[in-house]
């Protein structure tokens, strides 16, 4: 008699393929016909089992948002650690690609969430603050002639943080007029200064 072993289910990567679903639903349908039914039906699995993986989709919901927020942060410091340029680096926190702008959909769908859920707001504030960081580090590597003042140092990574999601929702809401060159061109008027630490 022939034994059947019981399949071996990678538990991180269906999460994994849970929240891709998920993702590409809110995408597609917005953040109001993300269910869980419809995620189970497009992932052929029965609810049951998306409920093993997520307590509810408020949690769900939660985990398609920091995921988010990692694949934006994972894009900027690998054009760091690539050592690109200072404007090339803060590009990729622009929507250029099809991933990128993917991520600015999904982050704006949230806001409310950021607005109305102590968690999506902290985490909010918190990836923020990382972000702000991350810039410092890219001015102060390309040895950016900068005040020693450490107020003028954060009013200074606060505004080039703005001016990068003012452009990408600009992008987002009105992709004609704001393609990839007028997203540039705006960054570099506005960053102009940087155009000489290309490396």
């Known amino acids: 008699m022939v034994s059947i072993l019981p399949r071996i289910v990678d538990h991180d990567e269906r999460r994994r393929q849970v929240v891709g679903i998920a993702r590409n639903i809110l995408l597609e349908y917005g953040l109001e016909k993300l269910t869980v039914r419809r995620i189970a039906e497009s992932a052929n699995l029965s609810t049951a089992i998306i409920s093993h993986y997520f307590r509810d989709k408020r949690e769900l919901m ?4 920091l995921d988010t927020l990692e694949i934006a942060e994972s894009r900027f410091a690998q054009a760091v650690e690539a050592d690109l340029s200072t404007t090339a680096c803060l590009q990729t926190l622009l929507p250029t690609d099809q ?6 959909k999904v982050w704006i769908a949230f806001w409310n969430m950021t607005l109305t859920d102590r968690e999506f707001r902290q985490q909010q504030v918190a990836r923020t603050e990382n972000t702000l960081r991350m810039i410092r580090g890219l001015l102060d590597r390309n040895a950016h002639p900068r005040s020693t003042d450490e ?3 954060d009013v200074e990574e606060r505004r080039i943080f703005a001016v990068l999601v003012g452009i990408a929702i600009q992008a987002i809401h009105d992709p004609e007029s704001w393609p990839v060159e007028q997203q540039s061109r705006v960054l570099e008027s506005e960053f102009g ?3 000489d630490m290309t490396r």
């Open 193 to 195: 200064r940087f155009a």
């Open 99 to 104: 991933e990128s702008r993917n991520n600015w």
């Open 151 to 153: 107020n003028e140092k």
């Open 62 to 65: 939660l985990f398609i948002f």
